[in-house]
Nanobody
Framework: QVQLVESGGGLVQPGGSLRLSCAASGSIFNFNHMAWHRQASGKERELVARIFKRGFTRYPDSVKGRFTISRDAAKNTVYLQMSSLQPEDTAVYYC?????????WGQGTQVTVSS
């Protein structure tokens, strides 16, 4: 059973930065891609960053230039570096891993951007 454990969420002021971590129970290269999604209260879950097995990354326009997804294969961990955070970035952030047979979600970590 694949387990994904997120950490690093918290309260940050507008304009601040935060780094989220997602530790996988096995090699991250077992997955076609890994991603970060977020879900704000009352809204649908949305993709914010994706990293493919070969290292390509993709971002929606809403976070492009502010968020960076990266990985450390030795630690089986994927990161999301977030900068220039705004109140609209407030959400629960989820790690996702796309396996050959199914996808896996972490439990989520809350990010709150507020002064």
């Amino acid at each position: 059973q694949v387990q994904l454990v997120e950490s690093g969420g918290g309260l940050v002021q507008p304009g601040g930065s935060l780094r989220l971590s997602c530790a996988a129970s096995g090699s991250i290269f077992n997955f076609n891609h890994m991603a970060w999604h977020r879900q704000a209260s009352g809204k649908e879950r949305e993709l914010v960053a994706r990293i493919f097995k070969r290292g390509f990354t993709r971002y929606p326009d809403s976070v492009k230039g502010r968020f960076t997804i990266s990985r450390d294969a030795a630690k089986n961990t994927v990161y999301l570096q977030m900068s220039s955070l705004q109140p609209e970035d407030t959400a629960v952030y989820y790690c996702y891993a796309d396996g050959s047979m199914s996808g896996y979600w972490g439990q989520g970590t809350q990010v709150t951007v507020s002064s």
